[in-house]
């Protein structure tokens, strides 16, 4: 019996199928069954990329099983060092998600809603887990799509009395206080964003530290996602070595963030020890979670928006 053919789900329907009220609790649950090194769980290798030299990129492959829930998908993402002012994207990406038992492919889905919200939603849990109780200012360092996503699971999970924002260019901090519809500080300097910030979000293009140690004040959470490569950074070496550094995957970290491999710091927790209950949180401390991004963030994101699909187009 032939299989049918696969939904394709455009990025305008993903975004309006995914919202962060049911998507973040998925990911919390998806983090501590990682974290479990349960294969039953989850069976998720290091991203494999393979370098697209001429275009100065990367293509990305992120394939996992996940037994239990029954749910087999990767996804392909192209990630690009751009020079400043290119209008060209940093990232692109597609979701696919197979039938685990007959191996068909159930849906293609855009990826990049589903890159920018798991994201950005995972950076939330680091947060919910790690800052300090009471924090009331946000800084976001950058201003594309994964500023934007961060700005609103931040502020849709807490209440920030001051979120101010930066960029490399004037324009770009521009553009995103004009497209978030809440109060934002339009920011000069890093400098000036960071001072006496508690909760600081790295999301910019960086190959080389921006945001440094001595800015940072002590007990402030920083969630750095930039800097997916082991020669890029986002954050110097006194930031790194004076902070307790999580992650949401140990062997992630180890293989591409520049920020660990070149710091030489050790990877304190991953997320999903502190979900389990295995590691502290140390809310008390400085603390960096450095986000790389998994596989098993897209599949249970991609899971959750073929299900929404699914139940929308049973009513038609």
Known sequence: MAAPPPVIIWEREVACLLQ?????????????????????????????????????????????????SGVLST??????????????????????LLDPEYGNVKAIMGGEVITNMRTAGVSAISAKLLM?????????????????????????MFSFKEVRVWSHTREGAEKFCHSVSGPVL???????????????????????????????????????????????????????????????????????????????VEVFAELGDVINGTKPAHREKTTVFKSLGMGVEDAVSAKLVFDQWSTKSSKL
């Not at 769980?41 to 099983?65: A, C, D, S, W």
């Not at 751009?82 to 990406?93: D, N």
């Not at 945001?211 to 110097?236: S, T, Y």
């Open 20 to 68: 962060y009220t049911e998507l973040i609790p998925r990911l919390e649950e998806a983090l501590g069954k990682f974290s479990s090194r349960d294969r039953a769980e989850v069976i998720q290798p290091v991203r494999t990329t393979v370098p697209l030299q001429k275009h100065n990129g990367f293509l990305g492959l992120m394939p996992t099983y996940m037994e239990n």
């Open 75 to 96: 996804k392909l993402v192209s990630f690009y060092k751009r020079e400043a002012g290119s209008t060209l994207p940093a990232v692109q990406a597609t979701v696919v």
């Open 132 to 156: 300090h109780p009471g924090s009331e200012v946000l800084a976001i360092l950058g201003a594309g799509a994964q500023a934007l996503s961060h700005y609103c699971a931040f502020l849709e």
């Open 186 to 264: 339009m920011c000069g300097s890093v400098e000036e964003a960071v001072r006496g910030a508690d909760v600081i979000v790295t999301v910019t293009r960086a190959t080389e530290p921006v945001l440094f140690g001595q800015w940072v004040k002590p007990g402030a959470h920083v969630a750095a996602v930039g800097a997916c490569r082991p020669d890029w950074r986002e954050l110097d070496d006194e930031l790194m070595k004076q902070a307790v550094v999580y992650a949401d995957s140990r062997e992630g970290a180890m293989a591409e963030s520049g920020d660990v491999i070149l710091s030489g």
